[in-house]
């Protein structure tokens, strides 16, 4: 279940966010997923102090970009924009993905073998797996979370959660310089 919470300033949005999406660019990098002389992202909705959504691709790559999620509590991963057009397609998709990643790491724990602290690692992360594949499944059922707000956003009464929106792709550097937050009710104007 979604729980109520007080709105979310911009500013105390972008300092929650920005660190998140400057840390996933650089884990993407790290890893090889995306690659280019410069890296571009920009979030796509949130769900402030908790989860955020981006999409992150090369300079020049834009029709080749991943969606990634992350939080500071939250696990950090990453698909291809092929795998859903939406921000709630996505959350759809990693909570699917999220289940049956808890599944298997249920067969590992249980494989002949497998040392008691390796089990109750395995298991512990399962759990943490499962709580966050429900949460996001609870979110991608909710609509009206999801809608797109005109550009530029603005923040609603509501306040808790967070959709952004752009008519361009925006940099990395401009995608986190001056979002407002916006969600459930009507938007008002900021």
Same mark, same amino acid.
């Given at each position: 279940?979604?729980? %109520?919470k007080? *709105?979310?300033?911009?500013d105390? @949005?972008k300092?929650?966010?920005? *660190?998140? !999406?400057?840390?996933?660019?650089?884990?993407?990098?790290?890893?090889g997923?995306?690659?280019?002389?410069?890296?571009?992202?920009?979030?796509?909705?949130?769900?402030p102090?908790?989860?955020?959504?981006?999409?992150?691709?090369?300079?020049?790559?834009?029709?080749?970009?991943?969606?990634?999620?992350?939080?500071?509590?939250y696990i950090?991963?990453?698909?291809?924009?092929?795998?859903?057009r939406? *921000?709630?397609?996505?959350?759809?998709?990693?909570? !699917?993905?999220w %289940?049956m990643?808890?599944?298997? /790491?249920?067969?590992?724990a249980n494989k002949?073998?497998?040392?008691?602290?390796?089990?109750?690692?395995l298991q512990?992360?399962?759990?943490? /797996?499962?709580?966050?594949?429900?949460? /996001?499944?609870?979110?991608?059922r909710?609509?009206?979370?999801?809608k797109q707000?005109?550009w530029? *956003?603005?923040?609603?009464?509501?306040?808790? !959660?967070?959709?952004?929106?752009?008519?361009?792709? @925006?940099?990395?550097?401009?995608?986190?310089?001056?979002?407002?937050s916006?969600? !459930?009710a009507?938007?008002?104007?900021?």
């Amino acid at each position: 279940m979604v729980e %109520q919470k007080a *709105p979310v300033a911009a500013d105390e @949005l972008k300092a929650w966010y920005k *660190p998140l !999406l400057d840390a996933t660019v650089s884990r993407l990098i790290k890893a090889g997923v995306v690659k280019g002389a410069a890296v571009e992202a920009a979030p796509m909705w949130a769900e402030p102090n908790r989860v955020l959504i981006a999409k992150v691709w090369g300079t020049g790559q834009r029709g080749q970009f991943f969606w990634a999620i992350t939080g500071e509590d939250y696990i950090s991963d990453h698909v291809p924009g092929s795998m859903a057009r939406t *921000p709630q397609e996505v959350a759809r998709h990693f909570s !699917l993905k999220w %289940q049956m990643d808890a599944e298997r /790491l249920l067969a590992m724990a249980n494989k002949q073998g497998v040392t008691e602290k390796t089990a109750r690692h395995l298991q512990v992360h399962r759990e943490k /797996l499962i709580r966050q594949a429900e949460h /996001l499944y609870d979110l991608s059922r909710l609509d009206e979370i999801w809608k797109q707000p005109a550009w530029p *956003p603005a923040i609603s009464k509501a306040g808790q !959660l967070t959709a952004f929106e752009s008519h361009r792709e @925006l940099p990395l550097q401009l995608a986190t310089a001056s979002h407002s937050s916006s969600a !459930l009710a009507a938007a008002e104007p900021s």
